[in-house]
C-alpha cells in the first residue's frame, strides 16, 4: 500500500467505530480529511451524529458534506474523536500539530470519552521527536515566551532549534490567532516531563504532545492495518 492508501485504510477502520446517534469530534490534516469523506457518506446514506470539528477547513469540508455540526458550548461532551498524528509511539504518545490546529485539537480529543488516531506507517516512531514539536504561543511576548520554551526544552535534556513558523513570508497565524514555535529535539526521551514543563510555560496556549489523551492508533501499513490500544490510565 502506498502512504495515502495506507492512510485511507486507516480512516475506513476509524468509520467502523462509529455509532448512530455519537458526538464526534473531527480531526484535521489529510488523515483526518478522508475520515471525515467516508463520514459524510454515511451520513448521507442517513447515519445520524453530530459533530465538532477541530479546525476552519475541517469545518468547511464537513458542511460541505452536510455533516451535522455543533459546538462544544453547545455539546462539551463527546463520545470519540478521530484525528491524524504527525508521531506516534507504542505509548501512544503523540505530536500533533503539523497542520497548525493543535489546541482545538487537544481540547477537543480531551472533551471526548475516546480518541481514535489514523495515521500511515511513517508517523509510527520508537522515540517522539524527529518531527520538529509544535508549540503554539500567543502573540504578546513571543520573543520572551521563546526563551522561556528554550529554557524548558533545556531543563528536559533536549536541545535543538526554536522557530517561528511562516508562511508566505509571514509569521504562521493559528486559527485561534496565536503563533507557532516548531522545536526540532531530534529526540525526546521523556515526553511526559517536556509536556508538564511546556504547559506551565506562561504564553504557551498549548504544545503539540498529547499525552494519554489517545486510546487506539489505527495504522495503516504496506503488509496492512495494524492496530495498537492502550489503557491511557494506567501508571
Ligand atoms: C494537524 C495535525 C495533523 O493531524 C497532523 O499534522 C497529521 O496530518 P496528516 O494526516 O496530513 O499527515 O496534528 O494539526
Redesign the pocket.
Known amino acids: 500500500m502506498t502512504p495515502d492508501e495506507q492512510?485511507q485504510a486507516a480512516a475506513d477502520a476509524a468509520l467502523e467505530h462509529v455509532e448512530q446517534g455519537m458526538r464526534l469530534g473531527l480531526?484535521?490534516?489529510?488523515?483526518?480529511a478522508k475520515f471525515v469523506d467516508g463520514l459524510g457518506k454515511k451520513v448521507a446514506a442517513g447515519l445520524n451524529v453530530v459533530c465538532v470539528a477541530t479546525?476552519e477547513a475541517t469545518h468547511t469540508q464537513a458542511a460541505g458534506l452536510g455533516i451535522p455540526l455543533t459546538t462544544l458550548d453547545e455539546t462539551p461532551e463527546l463520545d470519540l474523536t478521530v484525528?491524524?498524528?504527525?508521531e506516534l509511539d507504542d505509548n501512544l504518545s503523540l505530536i500533533?500539530?503539523?497542520?497548525?490546529?493543535?489546541l482545538r485539537?487537544k481540547i477537543v480529543a480531551t472533551s471526548s470519552q475516546r480518541m481514535i488516531v489514523i495515521?500511515d506507517a511513517s508517523?509510527h516512531v520508537a522515540t517522539l521527536g524527529r518531527f520538529p514539536l509544535p508549540v503554539e504561543v500567543i502573540p504578546f511576548g513571543q520573543e520572551a515566551t521563546r526563551r522561556k520554551i528554550k529554557s524548558a526544552v533545556t531543563a528536559c535534556g533536549c536541545e535543538g532549534g526554536i522557530t517561528l513558523r511562516m508562511h508566505d513570508g509571514d509569521a504562521f497565524v493559528t486559527d485561534n490567532g496565536n503563533f507557532i514555535y516548531d522545536c526540532a529535539l531530534g529526540r525526546i526521551e521523556e515526553p511526559e516531563t517536556l509536556a508538564r514543563f511546556l504547559s506551565s510555560t506562561a504564553g504557551v496556549a498549548d504544545h503539540?504532545l498529547f499525552i494519554r489523551t489517545a486510546d487506539i492508533a489505527l495504522i495503516g501499513t504496506p503488509e496492512g492495518l495494524r492496530t495498537i490500544k492502550v489503557d491511557k490510565w494506567h501508571e
Open positions: 492512510k480531526g484535521t490534516g489529510s488523515t483526518a479546525s484525528d491524524g498524528a504527525d500533533k500539530g503539523g497542520g497548525g490546529a493543535l485539537e495515521a508517523k503539540g
